[in-house]
């Protein structure tokens, strides 16, 4: 059988030997593939990309929610931007929230997650508090009347269909339908192959939000030491992102994790020295 | 130019297209290259897996020195087993040591980073404080007669030369000669994909250290997320790795880095709960 090598960064190639490819399609935005890997299961492939695999979506997945959902003091109310293979979704909803909107460009993502990748979406997309909108998702921050605790932007790289997400109008769009309190994280890449991005996306944040943190997770299947995640909110949060602040919040709703505590949490923001670099230096905060 | 792919990771393959190879050749231990690869600058080979690169060799040497040396209130003479690319005596050289004796089993490999990784071993094998052994560094800790406040064990893969570094009685005999506030440290590769072997490694640890607790870094040419170093010590020193504890120690005898900080060294020991689980519970120590 074939492999899949991911090209995403020259200089350092991925190959995947697979057992199988189950799904290879162009849709309206995007070439997709679902394959059946050797060491990862299924994997999800846009653009010639690994966006997610059964093996380690929980790294990610985890992250992206769990941060925010325990950062914030009681989110009720959460938008995901992307996310089409319910991953995030399926996270958000293990915690008492009364809504969760997910606004995904592709509805052939979400299509292909429902037929090939239960093991990530589980019933996700059945459950009575999530809303399903196939659109753009720069366009329902700007439009929206809603507001939410939690925005949680899920998306592929800046490029193709993603790159509307990634301006400063976008932010500012997103911070008006954001509580006090509120809060978006996003994923912005390798700190070590994709360095410029990272600082552009922090620089862009900083202009709009009051208050920028970068956490780190690591997800063997994005190459490249840490993968980065920028947390932005209108008010200081660094106070409730503590080990001991964030325990407490745990404690009120814990969860069974695989990857995610609160240990991990609070330590997750302690960046190494050249990705703090990038980030205009650890913990600054600009404005 | 041809590509180097590294095959340590059934199932997952990275390939490095290179400028040219600069050295392959067979040693009396193992087979070795050094090829200049077109993003990670030179990178050291050895049985085929990648051992240190030009572009991303600090994160690894950092953290394996300065953990340790953070951690040791006062660490003035230092054993390094392995390490014959000389990162590691290159970083412990940076502190206040008296003593820093490096046993290599291949002399080939100094000889081979004396001449092609001058960026990685600088002038280190010049400093007069290092005593380098060509020799079995199994037998050096059984025979030698001297003690030391810290064994760096820069080893490859328990594969090949490195096997009796793994067991039981090399433990033993590094504790004998190690002081009573003494510390090992060593790598035990991706916890995600290298789990059973980080599992292995703690076990055998705790059956002769008191305190044994994994710190985690994120390099960029080790794939598979997190790579793992168990921290090992005859006394308890998870009091000495809290944030407040290491930056006092980093004040003391300050260094700039490019990974490392005392933030990043507390946080490094934060697991994430699949990790904890292969060490047998986060922060549990037996015996």
Same mark, same amino acid.
């Given at each position: 059988?074939?492999?899949?090598?991911?090209?995403?960064?020259?200089?350092?190639?991925?190959?995947?030997?697979?057992?199988?490819?189950?799904?290879?399609?162009?849709?309206?935005?995007?070439?997709?593939?679902?394959?059946?890997?050797?060491?990862?299961?299924?994997?999800?492939?846009?653009?010639?990309?690994?966006?997610?695999?059964?093996?380690?979506?929980?790294?990610?997945?985890?992250?992206?929610?769990?941060?925010?959902?325990?950062?914030?003091?009681?989110?009720?109310?959460?938008?995901?931007?992307?996310?089409?293979?319910?991953?995030?979704?399926?996270?958000?909803?293990?915690?008492?929230?009364?809504?969760?909107?997910?606004?995904?460009?592709?509805?052939?993502?979400?299509?292909?997650?429902?037929?090939?990748?239960?093991?990530?979406?589980?019933?996700?997309?059945?459950?009575?508090? /999530?809303?399903?909108?196939?659109?753009?998702? $720069? *366009?329902? =921050?700007?439009?929206?009347?809603?507001? %939410? @605790?939690? #925005?949680? +932007?899920?998306?592929?790289?800046?490029?193709?269909?993603?790159?509307?997400?990634?301006?400063?109008?976008?932010?500012?769009?997103?911070?008006?339908?954001?509580?006090?309190?509120?809060?978006?994280?996003?994923?912005?890449?390798? /700190?070590?192959?994709?360095?410029?991005?990272? $600082? *552009?996306? =922090?620089?862009?944040?900083?202009?709009? %939000? @009051?208050? #920028?943190? +970068?956490?780190?997770?690591?997800?063997?299947?994005?190459?490249?030491?840490?993968?980065?995640?920028?947390?932005?909110?209108?008010?200081?949060?660094?106070?409730?992102?503590?080990?001991?602040?964030?325990?407490?919040?745990?404690?009120?709703?814990?969860?069974?994790?695989?990857?995610?505590?609160?240990?991990?949490?609070?330590?997750?923001?302690?960046?190494?020295?050249?990705?703090?670099?990038?980030?205009?230096?650890?913990?600054?905060?600009?404005?």
């Amino acid at each position: 059988m074939a492999d899949f090598t991911e090209k995403l960064h020259a200089g350092m190639r991925t190959k995947y030997p697979l057992r199988r490819r189950l799904l290879a399609r162009k849709t309206r935005f995007q070439s997709m593939q679902v394959v059946d890997t050797v060491r990862f299961g299924r994997m999800l492939v846009l653009d010639d990309i690994v966006e997610t695999t059964e093996a380690d979506e929980f790294v990610y997945h985890e992250m992206m929610t769990h941060v925010p959902m325990y950062t914030h003091p009681n989110p009720k109310r959460v938008l995901i931007i992307g996310g089409g293979d319910g991953g995030v979704l399926r996270e958000v909803l293990r915690h008492p929230v009364e809504r969760a909107v997910m606004v995904e460009i592709d509805g052939a993502v979400v299509d292909a997650a429902k037929k090939y990748l239960r093991k990530i979406c589980g019933r996700a997309f059945k459950d009575p508090r /999530a809303e399903l909108v196939i659109g753009d998702g $720069a *366009a329902y =921050v700007r439009d929206t009347a809603d507001s %939410f @605790d939690v #925005v949680i +932007v899920d998306s592929t790289d800046p490029l193709g269909p993603s790159m509307p997400l990634f301006g400063k109008e976008f932010y500012r769009n997103a911070a008006r339908i954001m509580g006090r309190q509120g809060l978006l994280v996003r994923q912005t890449g390798s /700190a070590f192959m994709q360095g410029p991005e990272l $600082a *552009a996306a =922090v620089k862009h944040a900083r202009q709009v %939000f @009051d208050c #920028v943190e +970068v956490f780190l997770s690591a997800v063997p299947t994005y190459v490249g030491g840490h993968f980065t995640h920028p947390l932005m909110g209108m008010t200081d949060f660094t106070k409730r992102i503590t080990a001991a602040a964030v325990r407490r919040s745990f404690e009120r709703r814990p969860l069974k994790t695989r990857y995610y505590n609160p240990e991990v949490h609070a330590a997750a923001f302690a960046l190494p020295e050249y990705i703090g670099a990038l980030c205009g230096g650890p913990r600054r905060r600009t404005k």
